[in-house]
């Protein structure tokens, strides 16, 4: 079973920038749809963006033109670059591998993202 390993969380001020990091195992990555999710304290977990095996991507509308989804095959690796921070944007991420529109594979420990100043 494919698994996902998160990095790159931290402490950030408000209008700063992060890029998280998200390392796959398993063969068939290059084909997989991926996607990064975020849960806040008191918040169901929310698809943030989304690329498929071909490099299209999608984008809540929170994060348009601030956030931006990459992938590097031969890496196995998904990364999300935020920038421009707010509070709001303060919670744990999750990467995933995503199946007709949803997460399939069990989550893993996750990312934190805080935003304060």
């Known amino acids: 079973q494919v698994q996902f390993v998160e990095s790159g969380g931290g402490f950030v001020q408000p209008g700063g920038s992060l890029r998280l990091s998200c390392s796959a195992s398993g063969a068939f990555f290059s084909i997989y749809d991926m996607g990064w999710y975020r849960q806040a304290p008191g918040k169901q977990r929310e698809l943030v963006a989304g690329?498929?095996?071909?490099?299209?991507?999608n984008y809540v509308d929170s994060v348009k033109g601030r956030f931006t989804i990459t992938r590097d095959n031969a890496k196995k690796t998904v990364y999300l670059q935020m920038n421009s921070l707010k509070h709001e944007d303060t919670a744990a991420y999750y990467c995933n591998r995503r199946l007709a529109g949803r997460p399939i594979t069990a989550w893993g420990q996750g990312t934190q993202v805080t935003v304060s100043s």
């Open positions: 690329i498929t095996g071909g490099g299209t991507t």
